[in-house]
């Protein structure tokens, strides 16, 4: 079963605008953490933000927040004041703790490509 | 710091050649892990290390050896390329595997088999 679930393959946003790009994750262990890369056409992985599962508050940065929904199972990741530089591929990542197979345990969903229209 | 770096960037290979994609960290992460990148299938693991001289296969290993002698570097190693291997690589390492321990990649490289 999936584990990370992105069902947006593809956005569109009107540059200066908000955008939300979903993320559902399915786990039993109450301890995790939730992670969002960015994906530009240049190909590289750009960590953006990290919410953990017993943080009191939704996570922040910069531009970037998450908006972290546990009893839904949801960690959408908001975008303010879109830039033409924030077309890219976006995935949602989650590691799951009180795993004996560590090396194993961070699970990546399928991404949503944004495009920021100007 | 440079972080996560790979080499090559780019790379032509033809069916039966074997080569060695390198990957190293310098920021004295334990934990340091191959993903193979192909449309439509996300990112798959291919082989990690949890520490010198420690490795495990992930989900796709086969046709693919790994070694990690130091902290720093780990290798890739592809033994007898086939065109099912045109991907593009990515290394990534993290400081442990907690919850709180993000996975920071290298640029890649693409590589294609012919």
């Known amino acids: 079963a999936q584990k990370i679930t992105q069902t947006q393959p593809g956005m569109f946003v009107q540059e200066k605008e908000a955008v939300t790009l979903d993320c559902t994750y399915d786990t039993s262990d109450p301890s995790y953490g939730l992670f969002w890369y960015k994906q530009p056409s240049s190909g590289e992985m750009i960590f953006l933000i990290y919410q953990g599962s017993y943080d009191q508050q939704n996570a922040t940065e910069g531009r970037y927040s998450l908006n972290f929904q546990k009893a839904r199972k949801s960690a959408n990741l908001v975008i303010s004041a879109s830039q033409l530089g924030d077309s890219a591929m976006y995935f949602c990542a989650m590691r799951e703790g009180g795993s004996y197979n560590y090396g194993q345990n961070f699970v990546f969903g399928p991404g949503t490509r944004l495009s920021v229209l100007p | 710091n440079a972080g996560v770096t790979q080499t090559p960037k780019f790379q032509v290979l033809k069916t039966g050649q074997s080569m060695t994609l390198q990957c190293a960290q310098d920021m004295n992460h334990e934990y340091m892990s191959w993903y193979r990148q192909d449309p439509g299938m996300g990112l798959r693991l291919i082989h990690y290390s949890v520490g010198a001289g420690i490795t495990d296969q992930g989900e796709v290993p086969n046709g693919y050896n790994v070694s990690r002698s130091t902290t720093e570097d780990f290798p890739l190693r592809l033994l007898s390329a086939a065109p099912s291997q045109t991907s593009v690589y990515f290394c990534?390492?993290?400081?442990?595997?907690?919850?709180?321990?993000?996975?920071?990649f290298g640029p890649g490289t693409r590589l294609t088999v012919l």
């Open positions: 990534a390492s993290s400081y442990g595997g907690r919850v709180t321990d993000t996975q920071y």
